[in-house]
Each structure stands twice: as C-alpha cells, then as structure tokens.
C-alpha cells in the first residue's frame, strides 16, 4: 500500500465523509421501506439499507486503520442539514421527495465521491478491487433504482422542490476544498461533475423553481 503517512488523516477525513452519508442512506431506505406499498419496492429498500451497513462499517474500518486516534469529519453541518431534510419528508410521508433525495441526489453525488476514491486508492496500490467494485456496483444499483422510480412519477415532480437538496450538497463540496485541494482536486469540478450526472428533469425543475445554477 503505497500511501504516505501525511496523506492516512487526510484519506480518513474523506472516509469519515462517506461514512457519514452511507448512515444516513442507511436509515432513511429502512425507513422508506415502510412507506411504500410495492412487495418489490419494499424488498429493495431493505436490501438497501443493510448494504449501506456494510459500507458504512467498511468505511470505519478503514478510518481506524488509518488514523487510530480517530478524525473528524468534514462538512458536518450540511450532513446534518441533508439528513435533517430527508427526515422530514419521511415524516411527511413523501415518497417521491425522499427518493429524489437519496436514491437519486445524494446517490448520485456518491457515485463520484466513491470514482474518485477508487481511482485514488488504484493510484496509490492500496488493494481490496473486489471490496471496491462491490460497493462502487452497490451504489450505482441504488442511484439506478432512484432515476427508474423518478421516470414513473413524472407527473408528481413539480409539486417536488429538489433545489433545496441540490443547494445543502453545493455547499457540502465547496465546504470540502481545502480537503480536495489536498489531493490536487477541485471542489467546483466536483460540483460540475455532480450536476453532469443529474437527471434533466431535476435540473431543469430546480431552475425555474430556485433559479439554481
């Protein structure tokens, strides 16, 4: 494993970052599994929710390997504002609004936070292909289920204002520069990247909801 020693808090701190989106995708599939009425839907859900247990405790057991003494973790504010805004529309018994939050908005920015982190960890010869690929696998059947279901209800999306899920992760990257800049990366491509892999009916209704751009 061809990682620097300067560089094992700084890795942990990213780690620390996915770790806490995967308990937040944890809780809130187990708890949209209790809202829909589909047996099909339902059992996905589950399955969901207990593979994001796996990443969630393969990510902690990456962050005390590398760092023992344990790191905080970066972007705390907008995770608990994320987690805050999926909460309440699973107390609304909204759906759809949780789906777009999870399955397609926070999936789909995890979709790129997990590339980079492989091709980081391919870069540095750091090993685990298998585990990498299961959860990177994972995590694209997850972001897939959330656009197929969000195909469905077309018609419900505009009573859905998505700008205020896509605005808490802007400002969770741009939070995250200094971290990026550790590794050479830039906080506004991954913002660029982010919006690249949204659904154009999200985008769009973001931007003649918010003007979000």
Same mark, same amino acid.
């Given at each position: 494993m061809n990682i620097g020693a300067d560089e094992k808090k700084h890795i942990a701190r990213y780690l620390k970052f996915l770790l806490c989106c995967e308990k937040i995708a944890h809780r809130c599939s187990a708890r949209? $599994?209790?809202?829909?009425e589909d !047996?099909?839907?339902?059992?996905? =859900? =589950?399955? +969901?929710? !207990?593979? *994001?247990?796996?990443?969630a405790i393969t990510f902690q057991s990456g962050i005390l390997f590398l760092a023992p003494k344990g790191v905080n973790a970066p972007a705390q504010k907008q995770t608990r504002t994320y987690d805050a805004l999926l909460d309440e529309a699973i107390? #609304? +018994?909204?759906? /759809?609004?949780? &789906?777009?939050?999870?399955? &397609?908005?926070? *999936?789909g920015m995890g979709e790129i936070a997990l590339a980079r982190l492989d091709s980081?960890?391919?870069? !540095? %010869? $750091?090993? /685990?292909q298998k585990l990498r690929r299961a959860i990177l696998a994972q995590e694209d059947a997850h972001h897939d289920f959330g656009l197929q279901y969000l195909n469905k #209800?077309?018609?419900?999306?505009?009573s859905i204002q998505p700008e205020v899920y896509l605005a808490v992760i802007s400002d969770m990257l741009t939070s995250m520069? #200094?971290?990026? *800049?550790?590794? %050479?990366e830039d906080s506004d491509q991954y913002i660029a990247d982010f919006r690249l892999n949204l659904p154009d009916q999200i985008y769009k209704n973001a931007i003649s909801n918010n003007s979000y751009a």
């Open positions: 949209q $599994a209790k809202l829909c !047996r099909q839907m339902k059992r996905f =859900l =589950l399955k +969901q929710s !207990r593979q *994001e247990k796996f990443h107390k #609304n +018994q909204d759906l /759809l609004s949780s &789906v777009i939050g999870l399955q &397609v908005i926070l *999936e980081g960890m391919k870069q !540095r %010869d $750091a090993g /685990l #209800n077309l018609l419900s999306i505009m520069q #200094n971290l990026f *800049e550790f590794f %050479d």
